[in-house]
C-alpha cells in the first residue's frame, strides 16, 4: 500500500502562484508515476500533469503547459506541483495520485491506484 498526503492549497488572486506537495509513504518503491488532477464542481476529475518516479519525464495537460511545473524529491518521497499565472479557472480541488503501473494510461484517474485526500485552489479574480 502507498498513502499519500498533499498539502499547499489556498486562496490566491488571478495571476499568483501555489506550489502544492504530496508526500508518499509505505511500498513508494512499487510507484511507477505520480500525478495530479483536479476536479471543478459539477464536472469531472481530470488530468493536470504527471511524472515518473525514476526517471522524472513529465507530462502536462494543454490547459496548464507551460504555467505549472511538476517536479519530484525521491529522498524524501515528495513531488510538487509549482502553479503560476493562475487563473479563476484553475479553482478546483487537486488531488495526487500514485500508480503502480508501467504502461498504464497516466492521463486518466483509472490509470492510477492510490489517491491522496485533496486540497482546495481557489484563484479570485
Known amino acids: 500500500q502507498v498513502q499519500l498526503v498533499e498539502s499547499g492549497g489556498g486562496l490566491v488572486q488571478a495571476g499568483g502562484s501555489l506550489r502544492l506537495s504530496c508526500a508518499a509513504s509505505?511500498?513508494?518503491?512499487?510507484?511507477?508515476?505520480m500525478g495530479w488532477f483536479r476536479q471543478a464542481p459539477g464536472k469531472e476529475r481530470e488530468f493536470v500533469a504527471a511524472i515518473s518516479w525514476s526517471g522524472g519525464n513529465t507530462y502536462y495537460a494543454e490547459s496548464v503547459k507551460g504555467r505549472f511545473t511538476t517536479s519530484r524529491d525521491n529522498a524524501k518521497n515528495t513531488v510538487y506541483l509549482q502553479m503560476n499565472s493562475l487563473k479563476p479557472e484553475d479553482t478546483a480541488v487537486y488531488y495526487c495520485?500514485?500508480?503502480?503501473?508501467?504502461?498504464?494510461?497516466?492521463?486518466?484517474?483509472?490509470?492510477?491506484?492510490?489517491w491522496g485526500q485533496g486540497t482546495q485552489v481557489t484563484v479570485s479574480s
Open positions: 495520485a500514485a500508480t503502480r503501473r508501467p504502461y498504464g494510461s497516466i492521463r486518466s484517474p483509472d490509470g492510477y491506484d492510490y
Open positions: 509505505g511500498r513508494t518503491f512499487t510507484i511507477y508515476y
